[in-house]
């Protein structure tokens, strides 16, 4: 029988069940204990389901080929938003079959309390964040009072109008993401398919290991790179405040180990000063200088003997430092001019000094088109000129003359303002 101590007294965690964890009547069995469990152990419990095994992939197959890719994409988010609306009505029904006094209400984004309120580009939906933590507080936190489970669909959601929409690729994580973050929850368990956030992919890497905790931050770059662990749209949902643990679905219990992923990211695109004191370019040309790694690795070491390595761009034929200023700048000048005299491979230096850094940051900056040309012509159109720019994962690095910087940050800023 549920605990009927007072709601106020009780952890509150969000359980997401992956497709994988409910592919079959077995799975979603365990899945209703794993839940019952965490209700009898006196929590306030939020569950949010994915479709049932490959059930989107299987639906988006027929669509794509029954229309000739010339479906609208309304209608596309009506057929794929069925998958987690029958997984959320057999859940809810299992659940109830597993004990007479516990009560489940689902959530379903035809029903007038549904949560999810999104804008309208369908097939990749954007939650307006703050409409859904409003209908969260008002409509299901409410039920935890009287000892009602609520289940809710993932992916899905609903625009202002009433239409249905989707998230896209990792909507039910955003959505276990939002939920948690709008009852500060304490925690949200991700059954999965996998035993956490593996050291790399065990497809290829047999031997990958376990990482028992891992900071946000991290996992938002292996995203960059293609890996999608969780999908980086729906990590900037995250709260700073809500641990999420990531297990497999054949563990015994909900409390087993897995990874633990802590902290919180920005999602907003913002521009700072890297250095506060300038950048020294130095220039190296030579032949096939990117294959010497024994060139290559000297001078990073006799760069970070005098300084600081705040970048770095190799080719074929170069490769550009992009170095701390210092007082030991001449000597740092002159011990890089003693190797490339010592290799056959380096031709000749050059450098330049008195430059500024900025680094622009965001989360999914990767996957918003036009950002570095809308950063180049901003510039451009002010007569400042890039010496260096580079962009690493989820952020972009300028250098641009020091007595600029102050002036670029502005028209950076402003340009990533007026394009938004």
């Given at each position: 029988m549920p605990n009927s101590n007072s709601s106020n007294d009780k952890e509150r965690i969000?359980?997401?069940?992956?497709?994988?964890?409910?592919a079959d009547s077995g799975r979603i069995l365990k899945a209703t204990k794993f839940v019952l469990d965490e209700v009898n152990n006196g929590k306030d419990v939020v569950v949010v389901v994915s479709a049932m095994g490959k059930t989107t992939d299987s639906l988006l197959g027929i669509l794509e080929k029954s229309s000739n890719n010339n479906l609208e994409k309304t209608d596309a988010d009506d057929i794929l938003s069925m998958g987690e609306r029958t997984s959320i009505r057999i859940f809810t029904a299992a659940l109830k079959s597993k004990s007479i006094d516990l009560r489940v209400k689902y959530f379903d984004p035809s029903d007038e309390d549904w949560?999810?309120?999104?804008?309208?580009?369908?097939?990749?939906a954007n939650p307006i964040i703050e409409q859904c933590k409003t209908r969260i507080r008002q409509n299901i936190e409410p039920l935890f009072k009287n000892n009602i489970v609520p289940v809710s669909a993932g992916f899905v959601g609903k625009t202002r109008n009433g239409q249905i929409s989707t998230i896209g690729r990792g909507g039910s994580d955003a959505t276990a993401f939002i939920i948690a973050q709008a009852l500060n929850a304490k925690e949200v368990?991700?059954?999965t398919d996998s035993h956490g956030i593996m050291s790399a992919d065990p497809k290829f890497f047999p031997n990958a290991m376990r990482i028992p905790r891992i900071d946000v931050n991290y996992l938002v770059k292996l995203a960059d790179s293609g890996?999608?662990?969780?999908?980086?749209?729906?990590?900037?949902?995250?709260?700073?405040?809500?641990?999420?643990?990531?297990?497999?679905?054949?563990?015994?219990?909900?409390a087993a180990n897995g990874t633990i992923i802590t902290g919180g990211i920005g999602s907003d695109l913002k521009v700072n000063f890297m250095s506060n004191s300038p950048i020294v370019m130095v220039t190296i040309v030579?032949?096939?200088?990117?294959?010497?790694?024994?060139?290559?690795?000297?001078?990073?070491?006799?760069?970070?003997?005098?300084?600081?390595?705040?970048?770095?761009?190799?080719?074929h034929d170069s490769a550009i430092f992009y170095v701390s200023e210092n007082k030991d700048l001449k000597e740092l000048l002159e011990g890089i001019h003693d190797s490339v005299k010592n290799h056959k491979e380096t031709i000749a230096m050059n450098f330049h000094k008195k430059l500024g850094f900025l680094k622009i940051s965001g989360v999914g900056l990767e996957q918003t088109p036009g950002v570095v040309g809308l950063i180049s012509e901003s510039l451009r159109l002010k007569g400042i000129n890039i010496f260096g720019i580079l962009t690493i994962t989820s952020s972009i690095l300028v250098f641009i003359d020091w007595d600029e910087s102050k002036n670029a940050k502005e028209l950076i800023e402003k340009a990533l303002e007026d394009s938004s």
């Open positions: 969000i359980i997401k069940f992956g497709g994988a964890s409910l949560p999810i309120i999104t804008d309208e580009n369908f097939t990749n368990v991700m059954v890996a999608k662990f969780i999908h980086i749209k729906a990590l900037k949902y995250k709260s700073p405040k809500t641990n999420v643990r990531v297990i497999h679905f054949k563990e015994s219990s909900l030579g032949q096939e200088i990117s294959e010497k790694s024994n060139v290559i690795n000297e001078l990073i070491e006799k760069i970070n003997y005098y300084a600081k390595l705040e970048g770095m761009s190799l080719n």
